[in-house]
């Protein structure tokens, strides 16, 4: 059963910092390309950043500079560590594991960021 469990989400003040993480099983982890998406009240949701087995990171312009995706594939685990929050940054975060055709999705963890 293939399972994306995403944590560290939280209340935090503008400018502050805060570090999520996703932690997989069930699925080969290190053959996955992962992303980190969100999506707040009223909004569809939006990609913030992925990064594939090769590393290779992108990121939504409104977050590039602020936000860093990365992956430890020895933990199975992607983590994405945000900077400089702003309240509209304000969201549930997902995590997402695809591979080709294969696409797998976390609940979600709230972030909320007051000013």
């Known amino acids: 059963q293939v399972q994306l469990v995403e944590s560290g989400g939280g209340l935090v003040q503008a400018g502050e910092s805060l570090r999520i993480s996703c932690a997989a099983s069930?699925?080969?982890?290190?053959?996955?390309?992962m992303g980190w998406y969100r999506q707040a009240p009223g909004n569809q949701r939006e990609l913030v950043a992925t990064?594939?087995?090769?590393?290779?990171?992108n990121y939504a312009e409104s977050v590039k500079g602020r936000f860093t995706i990365s992956r430890d594939n020895a933990k199975n685990t992607a983590y994405l560590q945000m900077n400089s929050l702003k309240p509209s940054d304000t969201a549930v975060y997902y995590c997402?594991?695809?591979?080709?055709?294969?696409?797998?999705w976390g609940q979600g963890t709230q972030v909320t960021v007051s000013s």
């Open positions: 990064i594939t087995t090769g590393f290779r990171t």
């Open positions: 069930g699925i080969a982890f290190r053959l996955h390309a």
């Open positions: 997402n594991a695809y591979m080709g055709s294969f696409e797998y």
